[in-house]
């Protein structure tokens, strides 16, 4: 499963996603994760998910962002759900056949590996793609 909120800027994204983040921590049974591009949520998330700032490891490109996502899953196979916020600020190629591809692979993997992915970015939702409105 992967969700995409979308929206202009100021329209409570991130406030939605730490709502789901606490709900998942609070109702799954595995490990949370939380990908970030600064250091915006440190105080937002619960302790007990696993808050990374993708700023640290580098995280520009969808191609790294794929190969970020399936390391993290290799050295645990726990991760039940990972929440992505400021998914746009993080990717340097957001251009909409970029972002349908890199969103195809996290459905692919989501399926194969039973990983959920709920991914926050500012934009406007009417001027997207078929291929990304599938995912709102």
Known sequence: MVKLIMGPKGTGKTKTLVDLVRKAVDEENGDVICIEKDK?????????????????????????????????????????????DNFYKMLSDTSDDAVTKLLD???????????KFTISATADPAQRSDGIKKYF
């Open 40 to 84: 915006n949520l440190t105080y937002d998330i619960p302790y007990t998910c696993r808050l990374i700032h993708a700023g640290e490891y580098g995280i520009t490109t969808n191609d790294l962002l794929k190969g970020f996502l399936s390391g993290l899953h290799a050295g645990n196979y726990d991760i039940t759900h990972i929440f992505v």
């Open 105 to 115: 692979w996290m459905a692919d993997f989501s399926q194969r590996e039973n990983v």
